[in-house]
């Protein structure tokens, strides 16, 4: 496979961890520039800078977030 960034294709921001799957799963994840913090799925999703972050503490029980 060509790789995307190589190819010409525009880069790609995806702030939803579905639509990363997504992205990856269509052979486009070469092209992927920035992601959600929540994104991590594939694993190589891991090395793409992540562009945002929690907003509040996420460790604990759903109760305790809550």
Not at 15 to 22: G, M, R
Not at 49 to 61: M, Q, S
Request: hydrophobic letters at 40%.
């Amino acid at each position: 496979m060509t790789d995307a960034t190589d190819a010409g294709w525009p880069h790609i921001v995806s702030l939803i961890a579905s639509a990363t799957e997504i992205v990856h799963a269509l052979g486009a994840g070469d092209a992927q520039a920035g992601r959600s913090h929540e994104c991590d799925w594939p694993e190589t999703v891991l090395e793409v800078r992540a562009l945002t972050k929690a907003k509040f503490k996420v460790e604990g029980t759903s109760r305790e977030i809550d």
